[in-house]
């Protein structure tokens, strides 16, 4: 469809390094993962002593990628500084000459620097996002090259997240793969389709990041085609487009009438490729699996696909005890699988993007996703910083959104938890965060999660700027009693009547196998009969039909148990040490009680519409 008689050609500054994990990638791959060298580096002298190159000696020991180093080398569970990973590669003889060699990690935790035969290529600071570099200068085609990782995971006084950052393990390492793909010097660097929905049928916009590394403009004949899940094309369209160096973004956009919506209930899928060819015939694609569906507030309450929708939803780490957060795609499959068995329809992944697989299976499986950044109740003197704001929270919300928009189950940014939003300096943060995030996809909700909500204290500020309100809630574990919640609420709408509320943590913890026959209102009893009734009777008053007209659904804390580095003392049971045992299952994903009573419960109001009629 030609708008205003040419093409919409959006030139558009890309924030943040494309690095998508898309279903199909034309060029070439070879996987880096498996057996690495690797040393800690505890007197950080491997910089000085070079550490990256081939002539360094030292004792290096083995450890396979992707892997977490404090589970790998159990000694070393507490470790937080540098540490190194090396191997070799070598170019397969038959892959295609010129075009760039792009390194891609998905995930080095905290931050990284890498070298390839001696020379830095670049450094990637933030943990839970992927990041790619163009490695063409400094690869040789015909020799072993050496490929150079430093990690450091050191707690950063002013960073996101920061030194007040104690929410989960700080695990080291190269968590998630690594590989080194071959691309067309132009190529498809990032591809989605947003879509809004018209009085019949649906408006979308497939957009793409295309990478041209010469010097001269290039004419590019672009190729789009979208298939449902069967294979058919129900629609396709071919542009011309001259390319300058760099990147530059292009859109098309059209109607179709007769697509099918995605929604939890039903999670249709269909491929969207984008096939370009240069005038030289050189030809790149990238394909991905993308859905038609709108996500909006109307007034106090959310709509998806122009119909009230109400969360049941659960949060997830990526922990395990065996892998740290390395886990393995059968783990990734084997959680969400479970999740989505719970009768949920939405999941938060807390407090950070998670592994792209996990994006894929909430496409496939039906479940909303709320994607974060870890600004883990970060100093609001650290929020308030211009510099922080620029070279943290935008930077790795950009790198989330890019890499994340072309799933359809994406349906919240997050800028953050359990912040000081009683602070001006926090509102500063959300304020120009979601601004922000918005300018880069006004297509989904962004709000923040907010602890701020106990009545006598300083009230949230930041809930204004927030698309919805998310409540952080522990009525009945660390204050008030189990039946504090309905009131709360009540005075939040109050509040703010006109923005829907969505309760994003609540949870009990329980230790497997400890019991209690009269388990109590309040108080951190830790039974698992305790678990059960803290969050029937917390679900109870979200979900009662008096408060259906501004609560848009509840959100589990949480899934599994997880290691937990400030969960020791007190009431805590000793032999549960530093295990935060909110989970509906073990770590070891052994179901408590609770994951039972929750999955009645969740089905009933699947077929209630939300409404809790007991
Ligand atoms: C907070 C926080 C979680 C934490 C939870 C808890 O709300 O967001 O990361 O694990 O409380 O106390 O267990």
């Known amino acids: 469809m030609l708008i205003h008689g040419k093409w919409l050609l959006l030139a558009l500054l890309v924030v943040g390094m494309a690095c998508q994990r898309s279903v199909e990638v034309k060029g070439r791959k070879l996987s880096l993962d498996g057996p690495w060298q690797f040393r800690f580096d505890p007197q950080d002298r491997g910089l000085a002593e070079a550490w990256y190159s081939g002539a360094a000696g030292g004792t290096w020991r083995t450890l396979s990628v992707p892997g977490t180093y404090n589970v790998q080398v159990?000694?070393?569970?507490?470790?937080?500084?540098?540490?190194?990973?090396?191997?070799?590669?070598?170019?397969?003889?038959?892959?295609p000459t010129g075009g760039r060699f792009l390194l891609r990690f998905n995930g080095v935790a905290l931050r990284s620097r890498v070298w390839v035969?001696?020379?830095q290529v670049g450094e990637h600071p933030f943990a839970y996002t992927g990041f790619e570099l163009d490695v063409t200068d400094a690869v040789q085609r015909s020799a072993d090259n050496l490929l150079a990782v430093q990690v450091d995971n050191k707690i950063l006084d002013r960073a996101i997240p920061d030194k007040k950052w104690h929410g989960w393990w700080d695990y080291g390492g190269i968590f998630r793969s690594v590989a080194l793909e071959w691309r067309p010097d132009t190529y498809v660097a990032n591809l989605w389709m947003?879509?809004?929905?018209l009085k019949s049928g649906w408006e979308f916009t497939p957009t793409a990041v295309l990478r041209q590394h010469g010097t001269d403009s290039v004419d590019v004949s672009l190729s789009w085609v979208l298939r449902d899940s069967e294979g058919n094309r129900v629609w396709e369209k071919q542009q011309g487009v001259r390319l300058g160096a760099g990147e530059t973004t292009v859109s098309v956009r059209d109607a179709l009438n007769q697509v099918k919506s995605w929604s939890p209930e039903h999670p249709t899928l269909y491929n969207l490729v984008l096939r370009i060819r240069d005038e030289l015939g050189n030809e790149d694609s990238l394909t991905i699996r993308t859905g038609?569906?709108?996500?909006?507030?109307?007034?106090?309450?959310?709509?998806?696909?122009?119909?009230?929708?109400v969360f049941r939803g659960i949060s997830r780490h990526e922990d395990h005890p065996e892998y740290g957060s390395a886990l393995p795609p059968e783990l990734h499959r084997h959680d969400l699988e479970e999740i989505k068995a719970l009768g949920c329809n939405f999941i938060r992944l807390a407090h950070y993007p998670q592994d792209p697989y996990v994006y894929d299976l909430a496409d496939s499986l039906g479940l909303m996703v709320w994607s974060e950044i870890p600004a883990w109740q970060t100093s609001v003197d650290v929020l308030g910083d211009k510099e922080v704001l620029e070279k943290w929270a935008k930077p790795q919300l950009a790198e989330m959104i890019n890499q994340m928009r072309h799933h359809p189950s994406v349906m919240v940014w997050s800028v953050g938890n359990e912040f000081d939003s009683s602070s001006p300096k926090a509102a500063w943060y959300v304020s120009q965060t979601i601004d922000f995030v918005h300018q880069l996809d006004p297509t989904r909700l962004a709000t923040f999660a907010s602890d701020r909500h106990r009545p006598g204290k300083p009230k949230d500020i930041c809930w204004p700027y927030a698309d919805f309100i998310a409540i952080n809630e522990y009525y009945g574990w660390y204050y008030g009693t189990i039946h504090d919640?309905?009131?709360?609420?009540?005075?939040?709408?109050?509040?703010?009547?006109?923005?829907?509320i969505v309760v994003s943590e609540f949870g009990a913890g329980a230790a497997p196998g400890k019991h209690n026959p009269n388990p109590p209102e309040s108080g951190k009893d830790y039974s698992e009969e305790y678990q059960v009734k803290f969050l029937m009777t917390h679900m109870d008053q979200i979900f009662a039909p008096e408060r259906q007209d501004f609560m848009s659904g509840a959100i589990i804390w949480v899934y599994a148990d997880f290691a937990d580095p400030h969960r020791v003392g007190g009431p805590h049971p000793k032999e549960w040490s530093y295990v935060n045992l909110k989970g509906l299952v073990t770590r070891e994903r052994k179901h408590k009680p609770s994951f039972k009573a929750v999955q009645q419960r969740f089905h009933e109001l699947a077929k209630s519409g939300g409404k809790n009629l007991r």
């Open 194 to 197: 947003d879509t809004r929905m």
């Open 485 to 500: 919640v309905g009131p709360m609420l009540d005075a939040v709408h109050k509040r703010l009547p006109d923005k829907p």
């Open 74 to 95: 159990p000694e070393s569970l507490w470790y937080q500084g540098k540490a190194w990973y090396r191997r070799k590669f070598r170019v397969p003889a038959n892959w």
């Open 292 to 309: 038609f569906r709108q996500i909006e507030t109307r007034g106090s309450k959310i709509y998806l696909n122009g119909e009230p929708v």
């Open 117 to 119: 035969n001696g020379k």
